[in-house]
């Protein structure tokens, strides 16, 4: 990054990174490896904690994660490139949440198999996170210049992002 970049960040991007990030969380530990992530875990279908605490922490690490995730982009250039993004987001996955986490589940001795129900959902979250657009529209004309814009790109410029 040339020191004399202006960083350019969209707060609402960051949290529909959050949300995105706390959506696939639920899909990922509930719907797709719940049963056993919980049984790797330790946690007994019959104990009902309140979960309020922990998702609560978990969309402000998203909030966080969605607003350093913006910045590295940001850094990279990678902004309005989908490819790029998914690949900074990945390598990012990969390089950084998925090593320390690898690391952590050695040292705390926890199954291997956990850790790569907890290392696929960092990678595959990190991939997820760059590619959120969002706008916030003030009149009636600026939603349709918006609207036209994402058509644009993705259907003539084949751009795969998501908008909020």
């Not at 969380?25 to 056993?36: I, K, Q, S, V």
């Not at 790797?40 to 978990?58: E, N, Y």
């Not at 760059?130 to 003539?156: T, W």
Request: hydrophobic content about 45%.
């Amino acid at each position: 990054m040339h020191p004399d970049h202006e960083m350019v960040i969209s707060y609402g991007a960051v949290l529909a990174a959050a949300v995105a990030k706390f959506a696939l969380g639920g899909l990922w530990y509930m719907a797709l490896f719940g049963e056993t992530w919980g049984k790797l875990m330790g946690i007994k279908p019959s104990k009902k904690d309140s979960m309020v605490k922990p998702m609560a922490v978990d969309f402000a690490v998203g909030l966080v994660y969605g607003y350093g995730m913006a910045c590295v982009v940001d850094w990279h250039g990678a902004l309005g490139n989908w490819k790029e993004g998914i690949c900074v987001g990945l390598m990012v996955g990969i390089a950084f949440n998925a090593t320390m986490l690898l690391a952590s589940h050695t040292w705390t001795k926890r199954p291997f198999k956990l850790y790569l129900i907890d290392g696929g959902y960092q990678v595959v979250m990190a991939g997820l996170v760059p590619n959120c657009k969002s706008y916030d529209p003030a009149f009636g004309y600026e939603l349709a210049v918006i609207v036209h814009q994402g058509l644009r790109e993705m259907y003539v410029d084949q751009q795969d992002h998501y908008y909020y």
